[in-house]
């Protein structure tokens, strides 16, 4: 009998569901609507896939990314699934011949642009064939709020109306309320069930650190993780920035492209098609990139700039790690960052209202930012998830901060800014505390202020440190109207009075370099739901050998890579180093359709190798 599990054995080469998907699956199958609110990585496409596999006629998933979708589609083939797509990069002669597929329910799936589902020819064709379900995917952008709106979404409900007895099913990845809310009422969702996944991506390192020089923080970062081989993501604020970090990478002897609103279209694309297509590229690029890129094997996501808000660093750094296997967000940032972030968000020209909120959202990022308790216990938290225990894979678990008691040292910057007469740039005020001889100093008479020189047992560095927490905790805010000037605030009071005391995070000296690790802890998820950790011992030369013959493959097909096999079902490869096609069938994500297909090929390498280790 045809069964859910047995087609995510069979197809997909899986063993077990994770979380809900079975429960997901099963509503659907029985002809129910249902609503999924699950991370990237979660695994949601199987939500649909198995469904639309299981009932009779065509699943139709709507999705606003285009250029994903071919990928997608060639994933599905590798499975042996038959899919396609149709949108505005389809040649005409190929859109009739899928259309004649689709009419005569040769389809499995069919992926559609929501400009080209909406056409009433498109509609009509619908009515005349079989549909098992709709799926529609990046549900979120519904939503006018969010920045991924997208107006043919709005008429998505019509789908209800006229296919009233087909099951839908609307997937995203973003998590608060009013989004779900607005999702529910503009897609006429009120009946369908609600599945909701935690939101934690446990496979993720999260580590944050003060900014001293950034680019040669991020070249330790990179060399000290061994990330030479890896893909990633380093987000900068500025088109200059990513132009000018891209170049220095590549001067460093790394594979980086740039990738920003100012370069033009083919340009973009083409590095995008790089970065998807090849192993081990370094995408410099400003928040413009990344939308539903589902590269699998992205091993890390490194901020320069700080992002604008939490929601914005979770979805940007959700981009590391799809594939459960074990990825780093790493970040720096430092005083100048938040007095520029302080300072935008106190010129901007939103209405109060607006302001207000952005202000909040400032204020959380930033006590993210300075936390000395667990990142993911905050990131969650801050997401409405209770999320109770320490994680043990963030910089702050791994590497617990000392605080000390800082409240003199806060009111001798505070008075020292009081006293300067809350103007001054913070390199001056800095300059008199540290009782300097500078030329500013002495017209402004400085050196006669009762705070000059009173802060010498901290060197600058220290002070900065102290000034960054200052300004992230809101005990200090920036001048607009002059040149960036400190300005004490209501909150300010109670420390200068004594009536309240603070104290700062040790800023940890900079990482030194890994033992080049043997292993790789996976992190898995059990069927229900639990976290588990796996060691997986790591033969580089073999591991290389086997990615080269899967680069080989996708080359011969013009496919990314881990269409072929995952990361993930390489590294298992490695480890099991099986010696018969029945053997190799057991590996997590080889179905019938892969060990038909690559299974000799991959034994074949793995034996020679074999034979090859026997000889030396
Ligand atoms: P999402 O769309 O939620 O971001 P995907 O559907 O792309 O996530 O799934 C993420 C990864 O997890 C994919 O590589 C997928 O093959 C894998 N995956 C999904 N479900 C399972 C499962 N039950 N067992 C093993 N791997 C799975
Ligand atoms: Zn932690």
């Not at 190929?94 to 329910?105: D, M, S």
């Not at 990738?259 to 090849?278: D, K």
């Amino acid at each position: 009998m045809l069964t859910p599990q047995k087609l995510l054995h069979d197809i997909f080469g899986y063993s077990t569901f994770r979380g809900e998907q079975a429960a997901v699956i099963d509503e659907l199958i029985h002809g129910r609507d249902v609503l999924v609110l699950m991370p990237t990585g979660g695994g949601k496409s199987l939500c649909y896939q198995i469904p639309a596999l299981m009932r009779t006629g065509v699943g139709i998933i709507i999705s606003p990314l285009i250029a994903l979708m071919q990928d997608q589609v060639d994933a599905l083939l590798q499975l042996g699934v038959k899919a396609a797509c149709l949108n505005s990069s389809i040649a005409n002669k190929t859109a009739y011949q899928i259309e004649q597929q689709l009419l005569k329910g040769e389809l499995d799936l069919l992926y559609v642009a929501p400009e080209r589902l909406m056409t009433p020819r498109f509609l009509q064709l619908l009515e005349q064939s079989r549909i098992a379900l709709f799926a529609i995917d990046e549900a979120h952008c519904v939503s006018q709020w969010g920045h991924d709106f997208r107006p043919e979404y709005v008429q998505l409900s019509i789908l209800h109306e006229r296919f009233p007895n087909v099951p839908r099913i609307a997937l995203t990845a973003t998590a608060d309320a009013i989004t779900k809310r607005e999702i529910i009422e503009r897609l006429n969702l009120q009946q369908a069930r609600e599945f909701t996944a935690s939101f934690d991506r446990p496979n993720i390192r999260y580590s944050i650190n003060q900014k001293r020089s950034a680019r040669e923080q991020l070249l330790n970062f990179l060399e000290t993780n061994n990330h030479r081989e890896n893909a990633g993501i380093v987000y900068c604020l500025s088109r200059k920035k990513v132009e000018e970090t891209a170049q220095w990478l590549t001067e460093k002897g790394w594979l980086a492209l740039p990738y920003h609103a100012g370069l033009n279209n083919q340009t973009r694309q083409q590095n995008q098609q790089r970065f998807l297509r090849e192993e081990n590229i370094i995408m410099v690029a400003t928040v413009a990139f990344g939308m539903g890129i589902d590269k699998s094997n992205v091993r890390f996501v490194a901020h320069l700039d700080l992002p604008k808000n939490i929601e914005g660093y979770y979805q940007e750094t959700g981009r590391a790690g799809r594939d459960s296997l074990p990825a780093d967000a790493w970040m720096v940032y430092g005083l100048s960052d938040v007095i520029t972030l302080r300072q935008m968000l106190e010129s901007s020209e939103a209405n109060d209202e607006r302001k207000r909120l952005e202000k909040r959202k400032l204020t959380s990022l930033l006590g993210f930012c300075e936390t000395t308790l667990c990142r993911r216990q905050v990131l969650l938290n801050y997401f409405g998830e209770a999320y109770i225990k320490a994680c043990g894979n963030c910089d702050n678990c791994l590497n617990p901060v000392e605080t000390w008691d800082g409240t003199v040292a806060a009111q001798k910057a505070l008075s020292c800014v009081y006293r300067t007469g809350q103007r001054f740039g913070v390199k001056h005020i800095i300059d008199v505390l540290s009782g300097k001889d500078t030329p500013q100093i002495k017209r402004f008479c400085h050196h006669q202020l009762s705070t000059y020189g009173i802060g010498k047992e901290y060197a600058s560095q220290q002070w900065d440190s102290i000034f960054r927490q200052l300004v992230a905790a809101g005990y200090l805010t920036v001048d607009i109207e002059g040149y960036g000037g400190l300005k004490l605030t209501q909150e300010s009071r109670a420390i200068l009075k004594g009536e309240q005391s603070i104290a700062f995070r040790k800023d940890p000296p900079p990482a030194t370099k890994n033992k080049s690790s043997k292993k790789f802890t996976k992190i898995k998820i059990s069927a229900d739901g639990n976290q588990f950790a796996e060691e997986i011992s790591i033969d580089q030369p073999l591991l290389q050998l086997l990615k080269n013959v899967r680069m080989q493959l996708a080359r011969e097909q013009g496919v990314p890579p881990y269409v072929i096999f995952h990361d993930s079902t390489l590294i298992e490869m490695q480890a099991k180093r099986p010696q018969t096609l029945a053997a190799f069938s057991e590996i997590s994500g080889v179905g019938q359709h892969k060990l038909e297909h690559y299974g000799e090929i991959f034994l074949a390498s793995i034996r020679s190798f074999d034979g090859f280790e026997k000889l030396s």
